[in-house]
Each structure stands twice: as C-alpha cells, then as structure tokens.
C-alpha cells in the first residue's frame, strides 16, 4: 500500500482521492474563544516547596477532571533529545517505500509496524497519515534505520517514561490515594510503552480529509510532543479547541484506562488531528499502560457504597488492545462497550 507521503510525492495530486474523503463538517464547532488548556509546572511537582507541590496537584486534579488534557512545562526533558527525535522520525519516513515496507507489521503486538491511515480493513476511509509504531517498554524495539534512530528513540523513550512516573504520583495524590497508587496497582514499572511517530503530508484540500478522526487513547497517559506545526484539536464543552503547545512542551492526556481507573472522575477525552495544505505536521506520542496482562478496573477505594457504584467492569489491557484494533476509530465506542 503507497503511503500518503508517497502519493504527494508522485507529483499532479491536485485533489483528496476519493478513498480519503472525510464527510463529517471538519469546521463543526470550532471554538471561537482563546480557550487554552491547563499548563502544568513540572520542576515545581517535583521540587516546590510542600505548599507549592500541593497547589500543582491540584491542578492536575482539575486538569484531569475538567479537560482530560494539560500541557507540561519544565519536564527536564532536553531540547536538543526531543529535536533529534523528531528531525530522525522525519528520516524515517523519508526512507524510500521499499525500505519502510520491510517494517510492515501485520500483527497488533509485533514489535514495530509502519503503515498508513489507521485499521484499513475495518475503517471505511483512510486517514491522511502514516505512521510508526513501536513497543518500547518492557521491551525496546526500533527500526535500524536510519542510523541514529534507535539509539535516540531509547533515551527519548527513558526520559518521557520518568517524566509519566511523576504525573502518576501527582495524579494519585490528587485522587486522594497515596502517591504511589497508580505506580504499584497498574505495574507501571514494567508496563507497556507504546511509541508512534504520526505524519501528516500536505493536503491538496485539507477540509475534505482528516488525519485522525475524533478518538480516545488506551491507556493511563499519552504524552506528546509536535513540530512547530499545529493540528490537534481537543474536544471541550461540546466544542473543538485548537491547540497551539508551548515550544519545548508536552501536552499530556488521560486516556481510557485512567477513566476505568477512577472510576470516570478523570475523563479520557475526544481529540482529533486535522491537516493543513502547506506543510508537514510530525508528532510523536507515547501511550503509557499496565502490564498486557493486567485487568484494568475501578479502584475500589474510589467505587465503593452505594452513592458510587463501578461504573465499567474490568478488561484485561490486551483484550481492550485487541477490542480498539477490531473497531473503527472513531469516538469512545471501545470504552462505552465496558460500561455497566
């Protein structure tokens, strides 16, 4: 299958193959006020003073709450990692088609897959994007090219996963559970880190495709970080929000099994990414789980009496995996199937 990239690049692609159409009303909703989402300091979560870590708490607590999504800044995270991270994902991607096709994964657990669009066998339509997707923790995976890459993406892979270790404990803390909750009850330790490097070629006519239609992670967190180019749009009191990140930041979403998790008082939240006609939006995201094995349900100090009943029953992370792969990607359908 020719990728997106690889079909802009044949040259005379003056209009959205049909195959690509996207019928729903991209411009639906758009929020016309200076909505922004909540900024997390990280360097205070992890080194304020007891006053100043307990208010940054609570603001992830709202963030999580209210908008399912927050942007970190001051994450330790250096510059220099996250640029070569993207500028060797783009690398990749350059890579002739034959030399991409032999990461062609057609399992959902093989260690690397490189595609396009999202499920084309359940789907109707095809996205406007390619991708890279690779399990790095517990185990590390890489294509081993081009060179450079798999040495970055593992120490990318590192510094993003102690950087979900401190939110875990922020976020615990917030739910009122001790800080170490989420690290010893969902193994984070040894669990799953899944990484995907999205990208969005130009489109001839950007308001007739989509690069991801309105979805929820899996997972406890998604972190993400983007090229100077801007796509991602957040569904937020009925509205979509256009989010335009700080440089050197991360943007940071709750996703489905945090919603299991508590029980749905944190919420995993519709996104979308939309494509422009100009440039090539690259961004890469790590989607930090449990363990495949572990059952995911409500944690019992937060669905007990009967004023708060568990809202889902408890799924193995692998069956849900497998469950999100069988479905079209759109809305919160895999979620909705687990709710009592």
Same mark, same amino acid.
């Given at each position: 299958? *020719?990728?997106?990239?690889?079909?802009?690049?044949?040259?005379?692609?003056? &209009?959205?193959?049909?195959?690509?159409?996207?019928?729903?009303?991209?411009?639906?909703?758009?929020?016309?006020?200076? #909505?922004?989402?909540?900024? =997390?300091?990280?360097?205070? *979560?992890?080194?304020?003073?007891?006053?100043?870590?307990?208010?940054?708490?609570?603001?992830?607590? $709202?963030? @999580?709450?209210?908008?399912?999504? /927050?942007?970190?800044?001051?994450?330790?995270?250096?510059?220099?990692?996250?640029?070569?991270? =993207?500028?060797?994902?783009?690398?990749? /991607? $350059?890579?002739?088609?034959?030399?991409?096709?032999?990461?062609?994964?057609?399992?959902?657990?093989?260690? =690397?897959?490189?595609?396009?669009?999202?499920?084309?066998?359940?789907?109707?339509?095809?996205?406007?994007?390619? /991708?890279?997707?690779?399990?790095? &923790?517990?185990?590390?995976?890489?294509? +081993?090219?081009?060179?450079?890459?798999?040495?970055?993406?593992?120490?990318?892979?590192?510094?993003?996963?102690?950087?979900? #270790?401190?939110?875990?404990?922020?976020?615990?803390?917030?739910?009122?559970?001790?800080?170490?909750?989420?690290? !010893? %009850?969902?193994?984070?330790?040894?669990?799953?880190?899944?990484?995907?490097? $999205?990208?969005?070629?130009? @489109?001839?006519?950007?308001?007739?495709?989509?690069?991801?239609?309105?979805?929820? !992670? &899996?997972?406890?967190?998604?972190?993400?970080?983007?090229?100077?180019?801007?796509?991602?749009?957040?569904?937020?009191?009925?509205?979509?929000?256009?989010?335009?990140?700080?440089?050197?930041?991360?943007?940071?979403?709750?996703? !489905? &099994?945090?919603?299991?998790?508590? +029980?749905? %008082?944190?919420?995993?939240?519709?996104?979308?990414?939309?494509? +422009?006609?100009?440039?090539?939006?690259?961004?890469?995201?790590?989607?930090?789980?449990?363990?495949?094995?572990?059952?995911?349900?409500?944690?019992?100090?937060?669905?007990?009496?009967?004023? +708060?009943?568990?809202?889902?029953?408890?799924?193995?992370?692998?069956?849900?995996?497998?469950?999100?792969?069988?479905?079209?990607?759109?809305?919160?359908? @895999?979620?909705?199937?687990?709710?009592?």
């Amino acid at each position: 299958m *020719l990728s997106v990239k690889g079909q802009v690049e044949s040259g005379g692609l003056n &209009h959205v193959p049909s195959k690509y159409l996207y019928h729903t009303n991209l411009g639906e909703r758009i929020s016309s006020d200076a #909505e922004v989402i909540p900024t =997390i300091d990280f360097s205070i *979560l992890t080194s304020g003073t007891p006053d100043q870590r307990s208010k940054v708490i609570q603001d992830i607590g $709202n963030a @999580c709450a209210e908008w399912g999504f /927050f942007m970190v800044i001051n994450h330790g995270v250096p510059n220099l990692l996250r640029e070569e991270t =993207i500028r060797l994902a783009e690398t990749f /991607f $350059n890579l002739s088609e034959e030399e991409k096709r032999e990461y062609t994964g057609t399992q959902l657990f093989d260690p =690397i897959r490189y595609g396009t669009s999202f499920n084309v066998t359940v789907d109707k339509i095809r996205f406007w994007r390619d /991708f890279l997707k690779i399990h790095v &923790h517990p185990s590390f995976s890489a294509p +081993n090219k081009p060179p450079g890459l798999s040495e970055i993406l593992q120490e990318y892979s590192k510094s993003v996963r102690e950087v979900a #270790e401190e939110l875990f404990k922020g976020i615990s803390i917030s739910l009122g559970l001790e800080e170490n909750y989420i690290k !010893d %009850k969902m193994d984070t330790e040894s669990g799953s880190q899944l990484l995907v490097t $999205n990208l969005y070629p130009p @489109c001839p006519q950007p308001e007739l495709a989509m690069g991801l239609p309105p979805h929820s !992670d &899996h997972g406890l967190l998604t972190i993400l970080m983007q090229n100077e180019h801007s796509g991602l749009q957040v569904k937020h009191s009925g509205k979509w929000v256009p989010i335009d990140p700080l440089p050197n930041s991360f943007l940071v979403n709750t996703g !489905d &099994h945090m919603e299991i998790l508590t +029980n749905g %008082k944190y919420k995993s939240v519709l996104h979308r990414a939309v494509v +422009n006609g100009k440039a090539t939006r690259i961004s890469v995201g790590t989607a930090h789980g449990p363990p495949l094995e572990t059952i995911v349900s409500p944690a019992p100090e937060l669905a007990s009496g009967g004023n +708060n009943p568990p809202a889902f029953r408890g799924i193995k992370y692998r069956e849900y995996l497998e469950l999100q792969q069988s479905k079209q990607l759109d809305g919160k359908t @895999c979620l909705d199937h687990l709710r009592i």
